[in-house]
């Protein structure tokens, strides 16, 4: 069954196309990452698929119903935890689930049992009645998602979840995302993270600038890399603007990527370019390392955005 579509999607702010005729697909049971640098407009399609927002064209369903016609009803059966953390500081675990359950239609002892099952499942059971204000990134950030949950949505949607809390909250909310998985629920999970992609993620969608530009399983992702070399090149000096165009420039050069002294160099297979490469990079002032390496998803991320995903991290 699909879970969410989304056909032909454009939002406009301004003269800004932050959606650009989105479509998308997601299946029940799905984990899909949806994966872009800032500003690519994550965001926003999310909040579009939430209801959030009203997109200026374009057809988005949810569960096979439109989602203009059956915003009430749909709105029941999804989760979203927010980009930003928004708990009610001022009351305890317990009392925000209480209240983001009773906006849903629990009450009674139904609300009761649910509100003890999801402290219990994001692992704060212990600290029920006691303030937000008292918890670390990470517990809020898990009361956070139980308030998106207490409703047993069908369709959970995160917006970068994992942004700066402890390792050990980061496992805890990927392991529960799994769990969720295993016990039927669908899941849209937007993050900066690759690892976490490649360790959650059933199918991977990639944005940037109001597109999809790429989507599919993790393996079909990096297998239309296959097609490409990569050489990996510490040099002993940064390279210069004119060093980097001479490298543009080299036949078969589809991308060169410079962090300080690390640069990447990306040919189509076949270029044979690592003479021509180390001969010019020899201006730096020598090289130190030299390697090929295989592609990962990052590299795929890296040559259809030209942006690494670690860019925004704190932003
Ligand atoms: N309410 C708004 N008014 C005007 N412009 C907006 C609004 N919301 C988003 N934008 C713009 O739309 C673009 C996409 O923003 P969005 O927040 O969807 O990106 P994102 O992919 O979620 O980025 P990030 O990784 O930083 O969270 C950005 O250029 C942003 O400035
Ligand atoms: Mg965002």
Redesign the pocket.
Known sequence: MTIAHMENIVKR??S?R?LDHIDLTIEQGEIVGLL??????????IHSLAGLIRVDSGEITLFNQQLTDHIQEIKKNIGLVT?DITVFEDLTARENLEFFGGIYGLKGALLKQRVDETLEFVGLKEQAKKLPTKFSGGMKRRLNIACALVHKPKFLIM??PTVGIDPQSRNHILESVRELQRQGTTVLY?T?YMEEVQSIASRVVI?DQGHVIAQGTLDELVENLQHEEKIVLEVAAEPTEAVLEKLRNLDGVKKVVQDGLKLQIISSTGAGNLDRVLSIVKDTGGVRSVSAEKPTLEDVFLTLTGKSLRD?EE?
């Open positions: 702010y301004g800004q932050v872009g640098p800032n500003g690519a407009g994550k965001t926003t399609l980009q917006d970068e937007t900066h944005m925004g932003g």
